[in-house]
């Protein structure tokens, strides 16, 4: 599907690693396995040439396409890169969380269901309100402190010791697709943090560098619930995903030139 996929946009790069074609191909166990073999090599060498790792969004729960992704996770933190899990990269979290488990590097991004179900799997109760943690933060505790952006009305982000609650208005329609647009926000957020470790540019090493995935998340949250209601107040609900996304530059430059108060767009409830 690689080259139908190219033809939709000149903007996507593909990369047409997984070989087996037939059914007749995958039975075949010396072939096979040949290919998985060529396949995670070919995954191994892009992750080199990469800053951050998206698993997630688009993947679906084919065992083959599972495989892979499990790869590239345990490859990725070979590599200590960062890495943003989303979609159907949460049911592979969910049957196997010692993936990332303990991996402070890694970002999870469930919506309210598979928040619920990622509770479930570590024995935390989603609804939780008489706690002084709330189940976000318990359940980040679980995973070890791997930050945990639980997405609704407000964005709750925690690392297990530090909750960010993110309260900025977005936008009153939810379309498919506003989800990628935050784990995409924020992979090239984490992004720009790698290359903040790895002084491409001059500064004063003001921020902590186990700080940095926790400040991504935040930002991210922030710029995407923005977009989400400048986009909604000029499309109503004929919003498309496709309409956010249009908005991310423009509003950017407001964002990142003209800094605003912190309250203005959520505020640090622990840590």
Not at 41 to 50: P, T
Not at 205 to 218: D, G, K, Q, Y
Not at 246 to 256: C, K, M, Q, R, S
Request: proline share 4%; net charge negative.
């Amino acid at each position: 599907a690689a080259t139908a996929i190219k033809s939709y946009s000149p903007d996507l790069i593909v990369h047409p690693y997984i070989k087996i074609r037939t059914t007749k191909d995958l039975q075949d166990e010396k072939k096979s396995n040949s290919t998985w073999a060529q396949t995670f090599d070919d995954i191994g060498a892009l992750l080199k040439r990469v800053h951050v790792l998206v698993v997630g969004p688009g993947l679906s729960r084919d065992k083959r396409m599972l495989q892979c992704a499990k790869y590239g996770i345990e490859k990725a933190r070979e590599l200590d890169m960062p890495i943003v899990i989303d979609a159907d990269g949460l049911f592979l979290i969910q049957n196997e969380p010692d993936l990332v488990h303990g991996y402070s590097k890694a970002v999870l991004t469930p919506n309210l269901a598979e928040f619920s179900r990622l509770c479930s799997s570590k024995d935390v109760d989603a609804e939780d309100q008489e706690s002084d943690e709330p189940p976000v933060q318990k359940l980040s505790q679980a995973f070890g402190g791997v930050i945990i952006i639980q997405k609704g009305p407000v964005d709750a982000i925690s690392d297990g010791e530090t909750l960010y609650v993110v309260m900025n208005e977005g936008g009153l329609k939810r379309s498919g697709g506003q989800g990628d647009i935050l784990t995409g926000l924020l992979a090239t957020s984490l992004a720009w943090g790698v290359a903040y470790e790895k002084d491409v540019w001059d500064h004063q090493h003001t921020v902590p560098t186990n700080r940095i995935p926790l400040i991504a998340s935040f930002g991210a949250c922030v710029l995407n619930r923005q977009c989400s209601r400048l986009a909604f107040e000029k499309h109503k609900r004929a919003l498309q995903s496709s309409d956010v996304l249009a908005e991310i530059g423009p509003l950017f430059v407001t964002f990142y030139d003209k800094a605003r108060a912190t309250a203005e767009w959520g505020e640090a409830v622990y840590g």
